[in-house]
């Protein structure tokens, strides 16, 4: 089976009325996003922190995934399909694509605020869509926070991500800006016969190398597509 590797941002969920980070002029629902996704804002205040991400997890838990989201999953009956997104919500997994790595992580988790949090591989289920800064804690005792890598964060998953763009036979890019690094760099590290598109309004060569075919469209119309030039 040839392996189709989906790389996905926020632009994957707009369909889903998840909104965007750029799209939204600097401005990520109402925030600014150092007041709100980063270590230092997190020392600051983290009960904003806590209550920005427990509105973001209500959010995601009321969205449902869209039809790009189901096309990628339904893809697996003809490809070894591996999604890497840089998306911390779960719709392509209620899609149904089984093999998803999360480069920013998953907001349906939850992991310790501790010295390592950056680099920790113990996550703990979030019941519901509230975390507590004062009662949700570790059992190190330290408070629990979201798992989300916040800018300026390691980001401890881009080796396996890494690893599939170069392994990869087909490589798909839906909805991101490529704006934030390190993980914007995979577009450059797939193989030279490799086939690859870029699915964005916004898709153009300023972003992505010529090896890449652009479909200047939203990531419903773009995934229609694209499953058509596949399947034809
Ligand atoms: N759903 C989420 O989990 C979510 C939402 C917002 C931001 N973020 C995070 O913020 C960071 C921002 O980087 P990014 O590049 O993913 O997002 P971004 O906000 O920088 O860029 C969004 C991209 O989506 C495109 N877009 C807008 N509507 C679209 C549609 N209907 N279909 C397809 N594409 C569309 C835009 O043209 C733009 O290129 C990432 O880490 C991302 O995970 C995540």
């Given amino acids: ?6 790389f996905s941002g926020a632009g994957m969920s707009a369909e889903s009325g998840i ?22 804002a997190w020392a600051r205040d983290p009960e904003l922190v806590q209550r920005f ?10 969205a449902q995934p869209n039809l790009a989201h189901h096309l990628i999953a339904q893809l697996q009956e003809q490809y070894d399909v591996h999604v890497i997104t840089q998306n ?13 790595v999360h480069l920013h992580g998953n907001i349906r988790l939850a ?4 010295p390592n949090a950056q680099y920790t591989q113990e996550f703990y289920p979030i019941n519901g869509t509230e975390l507590d800064f004062k009662q949700d804690q570790c059992p190190a005792g330290y408070p629990l926070r979201p798992h989300v890598v916040w800018f300026g964060e390691a980001v401890p ?6 690893a599939l763009a170069q392994q990869a036979d087909i490589f798909v890019v839906i909805g991101t800006s490529l704006a934030v690094y390190p993980v914007a ?4 590290e797939i193989p030279a016969k490799c086939k690859a598109y870029y699915i964005d309004p916004k898709a153009d060569y300023l972003r992505v190398p010529k090896q890449y075919q652009l479909i200047a469209d939203t990531a419903v119309n773009g995934m229609k597509a694209l499953v058509k030039q596949l399947l034809d």
């Fill in 1 to 6: 089976m040839q392996k189709l590797v989906v």
């Fill in 19 to 40: 909104n965007t980070f750029r799209d939204s002029d600097g401005l990520w629902e109402q925030h600014r996003v150092e007041d709100v996704a980063t270590p230092e």
């Fill in 53 to 62: 991400y427990n509105q973001r997890r209500k959010n995601i838990l009321n």
């Fill in 88 to 100: 911390i919500d779960d719709l392509h997994e209620r899609a149904g694509s089984t093999q998803v």
């Fill in 111 to 114: 992991k310790s605020s501790g």
């Fill in 157 to 162: 998953a881009y080796e396996k991500a890494s």
């Fill in 185 to 188: 760099g995979l577009v450059h």
